[in-house]
């Protein structure tokens, strides 16, 4: 130990330090000799772009995450049919109760409320429905016009023999989540708030004949109906582009359809010619909305580092393709809804502006590259992964399916002709609450959505509401009911008061008619079993988990193919390349060791010598 009063000249745990930071250094020289060596092509694969987006983008991974969630918690989800089963025999119910949750958790601060909408179904053919069906509506108010209102549905219902119907629809429902989260996190990054009041829905029964959905227009939001700017339908996405068939470089891209409401009328929609001047107005702007929007998500996605997607070689080997480039655009193909078959049919009835966003559905076709079964058994997440990539596993081009119909959403909701935003103006916020029909003589409900005052704490009872039906009678309270004598157009008010004396007034137009309107649904007809047969003509693929996909950016993946992969060299010079490389590993670290080893034997000379001066003839004790 070092003498009392005396200074260690050389000191055993200061050495032990050097050695680690030489050992750190000669790490550190590896590394840069063989690059690559600590870190693998892809591991920065997901580095994105650090720039704000002008507009509300969305999380893929999350909605990957969520859509395999749901579709592997939540089994055979029949409409009519869950007498609180568990949900691996029947998961119809769980599905609503967590998406709701997941939704008021992703839209927190914005005021959402739940609203569940019970009806009656008949079930399937022999089979009558035991409860009714309901619909799952979020709703968050609008700030500037909370009287206008957008839409954005899927269903969450399957076939009577489904398991996971993970295609169709709960990769819909996913999305909605997504979209959700992806505009509540912008509003809160810009202290904004939906400059309208939006309503994301759960339809049930549309597997059954869409009853869910006709059952909001010709009923739950029939007196709403001229106040609805758009409705947009997140169908069956995810087998759609940038997903190839297996994965498979040579097979065609599977498109993304976008069906949007004709202007002129056709035999699924024969009423069109007959549309009011703003309705055909709301159309048009909705399409020439979604011609830019097309070009702006590819840019931000490009932007964000989606640029280049791995798809397989006829031997398996990466072939990294470009992806979301102008010249793609084009498999995003918006046409006139000619499907139909969904819950954009009523709405688009109604006259209504509606955007359909839907990927493959030629299982019953004869086309060349098989269609996925999306409404048979075998729709699960893990036959989506399978058709996007080969594998089971998690695809990137699944993922990324899934990511464009969100984003191009999110971008179309962002825009101030649909639901735009605004910042606080210091007044409450609320909205009225679906307006059924409305007919004189018959009593009409009428409920504001609870009222919140942004940036303040007000609990939910310290604000007053009082209403006035524009027929001469007023009334006080959240929920009211009111009997108009006659019909006619009548201006209905609403006026919200907080604690600190601050209002806001909602006016909207009513229209009490003799005959409220009302849509025929034209699938009601089709009574079926709820298990249509299979394709003999299709064979569905095995998964081969061996293989995977990436995305990246274009100097990764030129970084990545400059190097052969184990998948690509020949068997011969790859085991060259790793021997000499071993060799070479090898060579270096013998040097090191010798080159710390003649280190420590110098350091150990040299401190002998100083100790020799310090205690020999004439040095100091």
């Known amino acids: 130990m070092p003498l009392p009063g005396k200074t260690c000249l050389w000191q055993p745990t200061s050495r032990k330090a050097t050695l680690v930071q030489r050992l750190l250094l000669s790490l550190l020289l590896i590394s840069s000799l063989w690059p690559g060596y600590f870190k693998s092509p892809s591991a920065s694969a997901s580095g994105r772009s650090s720039g704000v987006a002008s507009f509300p983008t969305v999380d893929g991974n999350y909605i990957y995450q969520q859509l395999f969630y749901m579709a592997t918690h939540f089994l055979r989800r029949e409409a009519g049919y869950d007498r609180n089963l568990p949900p691996t025999?029947?998961?119809h119910d769980e599905f609503a109760a967590y998406w709701s949750a997941e939704m008021l958790r992703n839209l927190s601060g914005f005021d959402p409320q739940v609203q569940r909408d019970p009806f009656a179904i008949r079930g399937w053919l022999n089979r009558p429905a035991l409860v009714p069906a309901f619909n799952v509506e979020v709703s968050v108010p609008g700030i500037k016009q909370p009287e206008q209102i957008i839409i954005i549905g899927c269903h969450y219902d399957g076939m009577a023999f489904s398991t996971q119907s993970a295609y169709d629809d709960a990769s819909g429902c996913a999305i909605e989540l997504g979209i959700a989260r992806g505009l509540a996190s912008y509003w809160r990054a810009h202290q904004l708030?939906?400059?309208?009041?939006?309503?994301?829905?759960?339809?049930?029964?549309?597997?059954?004949?869409?009853?869910?959905?006709?059952h909001a227009v010709n009923e739950t939001m029939n007196a709403d109906l001229g106040n609805i700017v758009a409705m947009f339908n997140e169908e069956q996405s995810g087998i759609a582009y940038p997903v190839r068939y297996l994965g498979q470089a040579a097979n065609p891209v599977f498109p993304l359809y976008v069906d949007l409401s004709p202007l002129t009328s056709t035999k699924l929609y024969p009423q069109q010619n007959a549309l009011s001047a703003e309705q055909r107005q709301r159309i048009s702007q909705l399409r020439n909305l979604m011609d830019q929007a097309v070009p702006a998500v590819f840019a931000e996605l490009y932007e964000e580092g989606f640029q280049m997607l791995s798809y397989h070689g006829k031997q398996q080997q990466d072939i990294f393709e470009p992806i979301f480039t102008p010249d793609q655009q084009q498999d995003v193909i918006r046409e006139d809804d000619r499907l139909g078959s969904s819950d954009q049919v009523p709405f688009t009835l109604a006259g209504i502006a509606c955007a359909t966003l839907v990927g493959n559905s030629s299982y019953y076709s004869t086309a060349a590259t098989p269609g996925y079964p999306f409404d048979q058994p075998e729709d699960t997440i893990q036959l989506m992964n399978t058709f996007a990539d080969g594998s089971s596993q998690q695809s990137q081009a699944l993922t990324l399916a899934l990511t464009l119909p969100a984003m191009l959403t999110t971008w179309l909701l962002n825009q101030p002709a649909i639901v735009g935003a605004a910042p606080a103006d210091g007044r409450p916020v609320t909205a009225i609450n679906d307006l059924g029909r409305a007919r004189p003589g018959l009593p009409l409900t009428v409920e504001a959505q609870a009222a919140f005052l942004p940036g303040s704490s007000l609990p939910v009872g310290r604000f007053s509401y009082r209403w006035?039906?524009?027929?001469?009678?007023s009334a006080h309270g959240q929920r009211v009911s009111h009997v108009y004598h006659r019909a006619g157009e009548y201006q209905l008010r609403l006026t919200v008061t907080a604690a600190n004396g601050s209002q806001r007034l909602i006016s909207q137009t009513l229209v009490v008619r003799q005959q409220s309107p009302s849509y025929p649904n034209p699938y009601v007809r089709f009574l079926n079993n709820g298990m249509p047969p299979g394709n003999p003509g299709i064979t569905l693929p095995t998964p081969n988990n061996r293989l995977s996909d990436r995305v990246t950016t274009v100097a990764q993946a030129t970084a990545i193919t400059t190097v052969p992969s184990a998948g690509t060299a020949h068997p011969l010079a790859l085991a060259l390349g790793v021997a000499i490389g071993l060799a070479l590993l090898f060579v270096i670290l013998i040097g090191v060791l010798l080159f710390i080893s003649r280190s420590q034997r110098n350091d150990r000379q040299n401190a002998s010598a100083h100790v020799r001066r310090e205690h020999g003839p004439g040095g100091s004790s």
């Open 193 to 214: 708030y939906p400059a309208r009041t939006l309503r994301f829905v759960l339809f049930d029964a549309e597997e059954q004949g869409l009853y869910g959905s006709f």
């Open 468 to 473: 006035d039906f524009g027929d001469g009678e």
């Open 89 to 91: 025999v029947n998961g």
